[in-house]
């Protein structure tokens, strides 16, 4: 055997051993050799062959080629393995984590024994008052947050945690205010996702448990007309439904004097029978224009019963009831569910300077409309400082200043530059009259806030306060005026519905966005 024939034996033999490596290593064998100690060991397999023949040395090229392909199979295959073998490391994780975890529905009132059986998986971290420097009382400001823990004590920094929706609960408070309540049914939530309640698409209807017995009469002064109807409805009601007559002092005399016919109806002799009226009253009847609505919201300072008003004067944006049709619509009201509009009402409090925070009087006063402030007969503007809570909202300078209700929006609110607001919208109208800037525009607040405006010292003049255009107050250095919304709202009943009722009151009574329409550009 020539030399030549010896070497090239010995290149088969070690090329030999490199593929049989290979095929032990794809048969699931752990080689832990390098990239770079099998490149070596490639070339190391063919050496240099010291011959002058062209054929052995094309023959040594295509070896190494082979090995260097050999070595790319073997670190892909590699590759693919140790990334299996993760993606199964997580799944694994991921499955164990969802074995430990349990949904908790509901909120901090859970059953203790759930809570106790799930202690030794979960770590249930309250928010504290302390921590969020909230009472708890007030608010959504109480929140559970509910962390996995993966089981076992060698558990590692990085180890992932599968993450989910974190748990809470919304309370309803009143920010101190006994009076202040917010209503449940305009906010739902359900794991975790808050959603509007479906109660403010909807009418709200008023059914009789049992028919009423007990009406009042509250009819505009010095009108023949109205006299003459009220006259003929307290007939009708006595003879036909057998209904018990409430009528106000003045009314009740000039019936008395009218006929002794109405010797069965009733009336109050003081303001403390007033009181209680809202005790013994089932039904208010108002005869007469919006002004007259307005005087019989001012008679309850609490609870009112329900008002179907009827339309005896110049306006009647309350007052959606014919006065033709009175037998007609009455007897609706009176047996069957009728749709009502809750009408907020403020409540204004008159603090002085002098009285170290104490208010001046023990009741409030109650408007249905607006509270204004303005400058009098003072040649200077207003100067007043307003709060909203504990929040500066801004100075005012000009002729004054309106706090209205939604009701109250196409009133006094509405000539100043406010905007119109369905009655049913909870909330408060800031509008400015004629301010001392351009840039001072009307603000809608919501109606759980309470507002203070206050003359400040340094005032060149005073202000005065009138509530629903009467009850004229004058506002000195250092007094103040508490507004907030009345937890005891106005109930109207509605001809239709609420906003039906709302959108002819602007079209008959504003002649809201009344034009001429465009000619027809017709062919010649």
């Given at each position: 055997?020539?030399?030549?024939?010896a070497?090239?034996?010995?290149?088969?033999?070690r090329i030999?051993?490199?593929?049989?490596?290979?095929?032990?290593?794809?048969?699931?064998?752990?080689?832990?050799?390098?990239?770079?100690?099998s490149?070596?060991?490639?070339?190391?397999?063919?050496p240099?062959i010291?011959?002058?023949d062209?054929?052995?040395?094309?023959?040594?090229?295509?070896?190494?080629?082979?090995?260097k392909?050999?070595?790319?199979?073997a670190e892909?295959?590699?590759?693919a393995?140790?990334?299996?073998?993760?993606?199964?490391?997580?799944?694994?994780?991921?499955?164990a984590?969802?074995?430990?975890?349990?949904?908790i529905?509901?909120?901090?009132?859970?059953?203790k024994?759930?809570?106790?059986h799930?202690?030794?998986?979960?770590?249930?971290?309250?928010?504290?008052?302390?921590?969020?420097?909230?009472?708890?009382n007030?608010?959504?400001?109480?929140?559970?947050?509910l962390?996995?823990q993966?089981?076992?004590p060698?558990?590692k920094?990085?180890?992932?945690?599968?993450?989910?929706?974190?748990?809470?609960?919304?309370?309803?408070?009143?920010?101190?205010?006994?009076?202040?309540?917010?209503?449940?049914?305009?906010?739902?939530?359900?794991?975790?996702?808050?959603?509007?309640?479906?109660?403010?698409?909807k009418?709200?209807?008023?059914?009789?448990?049992?028919?009423p017995?007990?009406?009042?009469?509250?009819?505009k002064?010095?009108?023949?007309?109205?006299h003459?109807?009220?006259?003929?409805?307290?007939r009708?009601?006595?003879e036909?439904?057998?209904?018990?007559?409430?009528v106000?002092?003045?009314?009740?005399?000039?019936?008395?004097?009218?006929?002794?016919?109405?010797?069965?109806i009733?009336?109050?002799?003081?303001?403390?029978e007033?009181?209680?009226?809202?005790?013994?009253?089932?039904l208010?009847?108002?005869?007469?224009?919006?002004?007259t609505?307005?005087?019989?919201?001012?008679?309850?300072?609490?609870?009112?019963?329900?008002?179907?008003?009827?339309?005896?004067?110049?306006?009647?944006f309350?007052?959606?009831?014919?006065?033709e049709?009175?037998?007609?619509?009455?007897?609706?009201?009176?047996?069957?569910?009728f749709?009502i509009?809750l009408r907020?009402?403020?409540q204004?409090?008159?603090?002085?300077?002098?009285?170290k925070?104490?208010?001046?009087?023990?009741?409030p006063?109650?408007?249905?409309?607006?509270?204004?402030?303005?400058r009098?007969?003072?040649?200077?503007?207003t100067?007043?400082?307003?709060?909203?809570?504990?929040s500066?909202?801004?100075?005012?300078?000009?002729d004054?200043?309106?706090?209205?209700?939604?009701?109250?929006?196409?009133a006094y609110?509405?000539?100043?530059?406010?905007?119109m607001?369905?009655p049913?919208?909870?909330?408060?109208l800031?509008?400015?009259i004629?301010?001392h800037?351009?840039?001072?525009?009307?603000?809608?607040?919501?109606?759980?806030?309470?507002?203070?405006?206050?003359?400040?010292f340094?005032?060149?003049g005073?202000?005065?306060?009138?509530?629903?255009?009467?009850?004229?107050?004058?506002?000195?250095?250092?007094?103040?005026?508490?507004?907030?919304?009345?937890p005891?709202?106005?109930?109207?009943a509605?001809l239709?519905?609420?906003?039906?009722?709302?959108?002819r009151?602007?079209?008959e009574?504003?002649?809201?966005?009344?034009?001429k329409?465009?000619?027809?550009?017709?062919?010649a």
């Amino acid at each position: 055997m020539s030399a030549d024939e010896a070497a090239l034996k010995t290149c088969h033999e070690r090329i030999n051993l490199s593929v049989a490596a290979s095929h032990q290593a794809e048969n699931g064998s752990v080689t832990t050799v390098s990239s770079k100690e099998s490149e070596e060991a490639t070339y190391a397999f063919l050496p240099p062959i010291e011959s002058t023949d062209a054929h052995l040395h094309e023959f040594a090229e295509a070896m190494r080629t082979v090995g260097k392909a050999l070595r790319q199979v073997a670190e892909g295959k590699a590759a693919a393995q140790a990334e299996a073998a993760e993606w199964k490391r997580k799944y694994e994780a991921e499955k164990a984590a969802k074995a430990h975890t349990h949904v908790i529905k509901g909120c901090s009132n859970c059953v203790k024994d759930k809570l106790e059986h799930l202690a030794s998986k979960l770590t249930l971290e309250t928010a504290s008052a302390d921590e969020t420097g909230c009472c708890g009382n007030h608010g959504i400001c109480s929140r559970q947050i509910l962390q996995d823990q993966c089981p076992g004590p060698n558990r590692k920094s990085d180890d992932r945690i599968v993450g989910r929706k974190v748990p809470f609960r919304l309370s309803w408070g009143s920010n101190g205010d006994k009076n202040g309540q917010h209503k449940h049914d305009f906010v739902s939530f359900e794991k975790g996702d808050i959603t509007t309640a479906e109660r403010s698409n909807k009418q709200i209807f008023l059914k009789w448990d049992s028919p009423p017995q007990t009406v009042l009469f509250v009819t505009k002064p010095n009108s023949n007309s109205v006299h003459a109807l009220c006259s003929e409805m307290v007939r009708w009601l006595k003879e036909h439904n057998n209904i018990n007559i409430f009528v106000e002092p003045r009314v009740s005399k000039e019936l008395l004097i009218e006929d002794s016919y109405f010797n069965f109806i009733q009336t109050w002799d003081n303001d403390q029978e007033m009181k209680t009226l809202h005790t013994k009253v089932d039904l208010i009847v108002t005869l007469g224009g919006d002004g007259t609505v307005l005087w019989a919201a001012s008679l309850f300072k609490g609870p009112v019963p329900p008002v179907v008003a009827f339309s005896l004067g110049s306006l009647g944006f309350m007052t959606p009831f014919p006065s033709e049709q009175y037998r007609e619509c009455l007897g609706n009201v009176l047996k069957r569910p009728f749709t009502i509009t809750l009408r907020s009402r403020l409540q204004c409090h008159v603090i002085r300077d002098a009285a170290k925070d104490e208010v001046e009087t023990g009741e409030p006063i109650l408007v249905l409309n607006e509270v204004t402030i303005d400058r009098g007969m003072s040649s200077y503007l207003t100067y007043l400082e307003c709060y909203c809570d504990s929040s500066f909202v801004t100075c005012v300078q000009g002729d004054g200043l309106i706090i209205s209700t939604t009701s109250g929006s196409t009133a006094y609110s509405l000539a100043a530059g406010g905007s119109m607001v369905h009655p049913q919208v909870p909330g408060i109208l800031f509008t400015p009259i004629c301010p001392h800037s351009l840039s001072f525009r009307p603000l809608i607040l919501p109606e759980y806030v309470t507002l203070r405006v206050q003359v400040p010292f340094n005032s060149r003049g005073q202000a005065w306060a009138s509530f629903d255009g009467k009850g004229r107050i004058q506002l000195g250095p250092g007094d103040a005026l508490i507004c907030s919304v009345s937890p005891w709202p106005l109930p109207t009943a509605c001809l239709v519905d609420s906003t039906t009722d709302f959108l002819r009151s602007i079209h008959e009574g504003l002649h809201w966005n009344l034009r001429k329409s465009q000619a027809l550009d017709c062919p010649a």
